[in-house]
């Protein structure tokens, strides 16, 4: 079982969590002026790299927050976690 850390509560057993999809995704100023083609790819086409990810969290079965977290995706380790609204923190040894 994975162990995550919530910003506000701490360390938690992963089923305490729910995945919120990719983080700092900029939101249009006007959906309503987007194609068609335009809003279905913000709606639903995400990277998904190999290696470290960011990523929005919520602990559900806890304080019900939303957070940030750094996850590589080949390991499924949690490198850090952090606010929402909160920039991306540099992390020792990530790649640019």
């Known amino acids: 079982m994975l162990i995550i850390t919530c910003p506000w509560c701490g360390e938690r057993p992963e089923i305490e969590f729910a995945y919120g999809g990719e983080a700092h995704v900029a939101r249009p100023a006007d959906p309503s002026a987007l194609s068609d083609q335009e809003w279905a790819d913000f709606l639903y086409?995400?990277?998904?790299p190999k290696g470290r990810h960011a990523e929005r969290w919520r602990h559900?079965?806890?304080?019900?927050?939303?957070?940030?977290?750094?996850r590589d995706t080949v390991s499924d380790f949690f490198v850090t976690t952090y606010k929402a609204g909160e920039p991306r923190p540099d992390v020792e040894g990530e790649a640019k």
């Open 60 to 70: 559900v079965h806890g304080c019900g927050r939303f957070f940030n977290a750094l």
């Open 45 to 48: 086409n995400r990277t998904n």
